[in-house]
């Protein structure tokens, strides 16, 4: 392993508050994480559905791995492999490092990765990257860690992502209450100018219902996803207000019940041999 471990696990939230609190929001989510994570197994599963049906990594790359559901997949499916798996927030390590999967459990940053040049065969990351500023940063440390003929397999979140509860929350007060989420076009011509080749990158919605707002919204707190904007209201969420935002969605109800909009990204680039 430490062979292509280039440095000793890093301090990975240092010197950036936001990252420090996607970082502790995370590890605070780490014991309630998998009990709602419904829709990431689904569409990380997905994605294990999109590699490509040639690749034999001897060496992958769970990049935000969280709780490390999908490091034991690749674990299972890659039985002759060994894998890292890397989260910014250190309660996800701790969480998933007793149910193993990975040869190696560490704290890292998706846009510094503390890996070896061309070290990896795939790096495989789902519904992590929406967390990172720097996508462009992301995609050149992918190129950097992956061999020749490597593949990059991740899913992310574009824009349209809880537009129900961004439109209702801009009803209400006009504050970013809901995380930004880059366009798909913006992923397209980070990928196209990657340098890395783009075998597809398509983006398919996931509707989820729930009887009330308040179900969504415990479960975005479980996931540790909720909003950490800078732009959000620092005052105390009040009842009429509450209770505004809650007529707000409601215009939004189907007979299925309140809908919450996700725009997943799947992006599969391989590096030139
Ligand atoms: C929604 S969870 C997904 C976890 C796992 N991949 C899954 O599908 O269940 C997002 C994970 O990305 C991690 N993360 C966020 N920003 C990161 C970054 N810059 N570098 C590495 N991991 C990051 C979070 O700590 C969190 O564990």
């Not at 462009?136 to 537009?163: H, I, M, N, W, Y």
Request: with cysteine; glycine share 8%; aromatic share 8%.
């Amino acid at each position: 392993m430490s062979e292509w471990v280039a440095v000793a696990p890093a301090n990975a939230a240092s010197g950036l508050p936001d990252k420090r609190q996607v970082a502790a929001s995370f590890s605070r989510a780490a014991a309630s994480y998998d009990a709602v994570a419904e829709l990431q197994r689904t569409v990380g599963s997905a994605l294990i559905e999109r590699l490509p049906t040639d690749l034999q990594p001897s060496r992958w790359l769970d990049l935000g791995a969280g709780t490390g559901y999908f490091s034991r997949v690749l674990a299972s499916r890659f039985s002759t492999s060994e894998g890292v798996a890397l989260d910014i927030a250190e309660g996800m390590l701790r969480h998933a490092r007793p149910q193993g999967g990975a040869a190696a459990f560490i704290a890292g940053d998706a846009e510094c990765l503390p890996l070896r040049d061309a070290s990896v065969d795939l790096v495989f990351s789902s519904l992590a990257l929406q967390w990172c500023e720097d996508f462009s940063a992301v995609l050149s440390e992918a190129k950097r860690v992956l061999r020749p003929d490597g593949v990059l397999a991740f899913t992310s979140l574009c824009s349209g992502t809880l537009q129900e509860l961004r439109d209702s929350w801009q009803a209400v007060d006009g504050f970013t209450h809901v995380n930004r989420f880059r366009s798909l076009e913006v992923y397209q011509q980070l990928c196209a100018a990657s340098g890395l080749q783009l075998d597809r990158l398509d983006v398919e919605p996931q509707v989820l219902h729930f009887a009330e707002l308040r179900q969504l919204t415990h479960e975005l707190k479980a996931l540790g996803a909720h909003n950490l904007n800078p732009g959000r209201s620092g005052r105390l969420t009040g009842r009429a207000r509450i209770r505004a935002l809650i007529d707000a969605y409601e215009q939004f109800r189907t007979p299925s019940g309140l809908p919450a909009t996700y725009q997943v990204v799947y992006g599969v680039l391989r590096k030139d041999f």
